[in-house]
């Protein structure tokens, strides 16, 4: 027994075999589903992104400017030559000549807007402009809305309206000024170089103003004791 001992006493010098910890799973790998599901429960949302602010309302078009006549060169070129539309035959003017015409008036709007028109310029519906199937090329003319009195200065710079009966096409925004949503009867004059080289115009214009105040008066008088004159 002693011999023993000392046998393994001898052997104290040799090193026990080291075993190395087991790697264990990470805890959260051993949650059962439903402790994971419970946990993403209590996770909080992700941030929402916030909802785009609501469309503005589409502003009304801008006041035109008002039309300020001046002499242009009158285009020698096809603007005022001959030309057919639908079988009719047109002879634009080509001086400067005075014009004076009553008829029906139209306008012209979005499906037009940006084209060029006769003389080239690009047609805004926003701005006072006007076409005419045979006034010279680029003109000013006087309107006058024979319905309610109210008149402006356009700028005519395009042909048309192609229709029987009508004399000048206006562009959106004239129509708008002169209270026109369709057709109208209408009173067109066109203005001479030397009617705006002395500004005749504007004296013409406040002739015309002043005559027809007393028209106007004495059609409200009139329409005021026309019930008084039926009883």
């Known amino acids: 027994m002693t011999a023993a001992a000392l046998t393994l006493a001898g052997c104290g010098t040799l090193k026990p075999t080291e075993i190395a910890a087991p790697a264990w799973p990470e805890a959260a790998s051993q949650q059962s589903p439903q402790s994971a599901a419970a946990a993403t429960q209590r996770d909080p949302p992700p941030p929402q992104a916030a909802a785009p602010a609501p469309a503005a309302p589409p502003q009304p078009p801008p ?4 039309v300020i006549p001046r002499v242009e060169r009158l285009a020698s070129g096809p603007p005022n030559h001959p030309y057919t539309i639908r079988g009719e035959d047109y002879e634009p003017e080509h001086t400067d000549v005075p014009m004076r015409e009553v ?96 500004g005749a115009w504007r004296k013409n214009r406040a002739r015309a103003l002043a005559a027809k105040r007393p028209a106007a008066k004495a059609e409200r008088q009139a329409a005021a004791e026309s019930p008084k004159t039926a009883q």
């Open 63 to 66: 006041e035109p400017a008002e």
């Open 103 to 198: 008829g029906i008036a139209s306008w012209y709007g979005r499906p037009f807007h940006g084209r060029r028109t006769a003389t080239g310029e690009r047609y805004d519906m926003n701005r006072l402009t006007a076409a005419h199937k045979t006034m010279p090329l680029p003109s000013y003319a006087r309107v006058r809305n024979l319905e309610n009195g109210r008149e402006l200065i356009v700028k005519v710079n395009d042909r048309g309206p192609f229709y029987s009966g009508r004399v000048i096409d206006l562009s959106r925004a004239a129509a708008r000024k002169l209270g026109i949503r369709g057709l109208a009867r209408v009173e067109v004059t066109r203005l001479t170089h030397d009617e705006i080289r002395t």
